[in-house]
T-cell receptor, first 113, second 114 residues
């Protein structure tokens, strides 16, 4: 089946630093999504991308849909303590996998004040 | 309610017991998804409903797993004769549209099989 390779697995940064994480796939997706999950909660959508090359921002977060449709990245600028959590990329490829989302393995972010 | 709700939030079962997990989607959302999330992993797709029709159940790991959504709203995921490897968080998500529809997740049910 489809797999998403997400990196890095974990990051330890100082408050105020910028963060970048990415996902790559061997197959094409037509939607890329980035979610954040806090302990004991379900994933919460941060950014949705629907077109190759699309660059979208949501406050301090910026994400891009790779031109090949096989990758995406998420940047967080000027990190703050509440950015701590696990970030997941997810892709949807309706033609091959229907409406399901395929998730990466997550990036655990720790922000030191 | 405003979001997807799931119950129970926690369930401890003895191996061999049957369990039923409930999902209340956001009102009006036609699409409903179940995912399984093992510790330290991303969620993995189990099954998908559009209204009451189960359109994709290819992610269900065995015939011990069964899901239903009889009236196109509330859904139940049932696991028969639970095994230790069934221990995971079970997440439910709903969306207004199946394609390009934002999937909103519930808090999950954490299942521990002893």
């Amino acid at each position: 089946g489809q797999q998403l390779n997400q990196s890095p697995q974990s990051m330890f940064i100082q408050e105020g630093e910028d963060v970048s994480m990415n996902c790559t796939s061997s197959s094409i997706f037509n939607t890329w999504l980035w979610y954040k999950q806090d302990p004991g909660e379900g994933p919460v959508l941060l950014i949705a991308l629907y077109k190759a090359g699309e660059l979208t921002s949501n406050g301090r977060l910026t994400a891009q849909f790779g031109i090949t449709r096989k990758d995406s990245f998420l940047n967080i600028s000027a990190s703050i303590p509440s950015d701590v959590g696990i970030y997941f990329c997810a892709g949807q490829a309706v033609e091959t996998s229907g409406s399901r989302l395929t998730f990466g393995e997550g990036t655990q972010l720790t922000v030191n004040p | 309610g405003a979001g997807v709700s799931q119950s129970p939030r926690y369930k401890v079962a003895k191996r061999g017991q049957d369990v039923a997990l409930r999902c209340d989607p956001i009102s009006g959302h036609v699409s409903l998804f179940w995912y399984q999330q093992a510790l330290g992993q991303g969620p993995e797709f189990l099954t998908y409903f559009q209204n009451e029709a189960q359109l994709d159940k290819s992610g269900l790991p065995s015939d011990r797993f069964f899901a239903e959504r009889p009236e196109g709203s509330v859904s139940t995921l049932k696991i028969q004769r639970t095994q230790q490897e069934d221990s995971a968080v079970y997440l439910c998500a709903s969306s207004l549209a199946a394609v390009r529809g934002t999937q909103y997740f519930g808090p999950g049910t954490r299942l521990l099989v002893l």
